[in-house]
């Protein structure tokens, strides 16, 4: 059974930092990556990175979020440093094989 569970999320201040972790289990996947969601708003991409270790990042995170991979243990990693109000939003967990896969998300909520 394909699983990706996500850890980390959760309330912080304006400037401060906090690091997603996404476990992935029953696959390797050859992509994997973080997705975000704000109330009443669309799924968004954050960033990505291949096995090999490529990595793709939205232009509203860029300089402040980096994305890991710990293939060994088979999980992903998203640093968030310099978070913004306008970065709260339930932080999903992405993979792809031969299809993609989601996680249930994590809630990262971030004050003014």
């Known amino acids: 059974q394909v699983q990706l569970v996500e850890s980390g999320g959760g309330l912080v201040q304006a400037g401060g930092s906090l690091r997603l972790a996404c476990a992935a289990s029953g696959t390797i996947f050859n992509a994997m990556g973080w997705y975000r969601q704000a109330p009443g708003k669309q799924r968004d991409l954050v960033a990505t990175?291949?096995?090999?270790?490529?990595?793709n990042y939205a232009d509203s995170v860029k300089g402040r979020f980096t994305i890991s991979r710990d293939n060994a243990k088979n999980t992903v990693y998203l640093q968030m440093n310099s978070l913004k109000p306008e970065d709260t939003a339930v932080y999903y967990c992405?993979?792809?094989?031969?299809?993609?896969?989601w996680g249930r998300g994590t809630q990262v909520t971030v004050s003014s």
């Open positions: 990175i291949t096995r090999g270790g490529s990595t």
């Open positions: 992405w993979g792809r094989r031969m299809y993609d896969s």
